[in-house]
């Protein structure tokens, strides 16, 4: 079960985590290795590796590859390893850096910010969202005249810019065939909130989504709870464990 981070298991925003939410999370996770009869939940989130690992072992996954970055990395708790895209090369790293520096120079005097920990990506925010919406498309234009090879998106809160060959979905691939599981997407299962997370369900035979999710993700959806964010997530892998049920 591949599951988003901000806007599901946790808010985007600073919130708390909801922690009754999360616990109940890792009791799925716990049974799902005593018991073997349900999925076990590893993240997929663009946030920072650090981030994402601290969240897989909060949930408790201990064998499942977690993808971080918007792709960019897959981490394995059994073995405690680190795999980065084989694709991005120093030329790669060395143009996100050249676009970090361009960023600070044209907006770091408005107060754009940018996350940190990101390794071949960047992202950026500003506590008014209204800053990131006037600029977005003056930083698609510039990587355009550029050519640049980087997508640029936006979650809730935050403009994401990330190479143009990587995302939730390639990483995905990555796992699958790492695991050796190419033909899997049957037996997997998603969970997002926004646009980025339509790449997950590309790649999963069955998707939901959070209350809070954006109109385009619930179009696309299996699912959609009843409830936002953390509980929805639990409504979520209810419904996956009455139907496992069902089905025997």
Not at 128 to 151: C, K, M, Q, Y
Request: glycine content about 8%.
């Amino acid at each position: 079960m591949i599951c988003d981070v901000d806007g599901c298991l946790s808010p985007e925003s600073a919130g708390p985590f909801d922690f009754g939410a999360l616990r109940a999370i890792r009791r799925h996770n716990d049974l799902a290795y005593q018991r073997g009869d349900r999925p076990v939940l590893t993240p997929c989130t663009g946030r920072p590796l650090p981030f994402a690992e601290a969240m897989a072992r909060l949930l408790g996954n201990r064998s499942v590859p977690l993808i971080a970055e918007n792709g960019v990395w897959l981490y394995w708790p059994g073995r405690n390893t680190y795999d980065r895209d084989p694709r991005i090369t120093p030329e790669h790293s060395r143009l996100v850096h050249q676009l970090s520096e361009w960023i600070d120079a044209r907006y770091a005097a408005r107060g754009v910010v940018q996350q940190p920990g990101k390794a071949a990506s960047v992202s950026l925010y500003h506590d008014d969202t209204s800053v990131l919406h006037d600029i977005v498309d003056e930083i698609r234009g510039e990587i355009g005249e550029r050519a640049w090879p980087l997508r640029v998106s936006m979650t809730w809160l935050y403009i994401n810019i990330d190479l143009d060959f990587i995302d939730k979905g390639t990483a995905i691939d990555r796992l699958l065939d790492a695991l050796d599981l190419k033909d899997a997407k049957p037996r997997l299962a998603g969970v997002g909130d926004t646009q980025s997370d339509l790449k997950i369900r590309s790649r999963v035979g069955w998707f939901a989504c959070p209350s809070n999710a954006k109109d385009e993700v619930k179009a696309q959806a299996d699912y959609v709870a009843t409830e936002p964010e953390a509980k929805g997530v639990v409504e979520i892998i209810n419904r996956i464990a009455a139907v496992s049920a069902d089905t025997g």
